[in-house]
Nanobody, 125 residues
């Protein structure tokens, strides 16, 4: 059972950048796809980006495509989310999780597990 820990959130002005990290504290990391998700106040948790177990394949929600980049380092058991050109609407708690589905943005189809506690990202206008 993989357990993940997110870090790197903070307060940033619109147009700024942040890099989030997702470290596996236990379990096998390299055999799973890894995803970043976010949840804004009063909204459902949504998919942001996914990277396959090898790190070679990625896909993104339309709202972040071209601005966010997901990557992973299996030797370090860590995944990353580089967020550029941040907008106030990116404000949310960001979570990472492992998942077995691929290509979908629906959490019910991805079946994510190993959720961490999340890291807050706040973008001021």
């Amino acid at each position: 059972q993989v357990q993940l820990v997110e870090s790197g959130g903070g307060l940033v002005q619109a147009g700024g950048s942040l890099r989030l990290s997702c470290a596996a504290s236990e379990g096998t990391f390299s055999g799973y796809n890894v995803g970043w998700f976010r949840q804004a106040p009063g909204k459902e948790r949504e998919f942001v980006a996914g990277v396959d177990f090898s790190g070679r394949l990625t896909y993104y929600a339309d709202s972040v495509k071209g601005r966010f980049t997901i990557s992973r380092d299996n030797a370090k058991k860590t995944a990353y989310l580089q967020m550029n050109s941040l907008k106030p609407e990116d404000t949310a708690v960001y979570y990472c999780a492992v998942f077995r589905g691929w290509g979908s943005q629906r959490l019910a189809e991805l079946g994510p597990t190993g959720w961490g506690q999340g890291t807050q990202v706040t973008v001021s206008s």
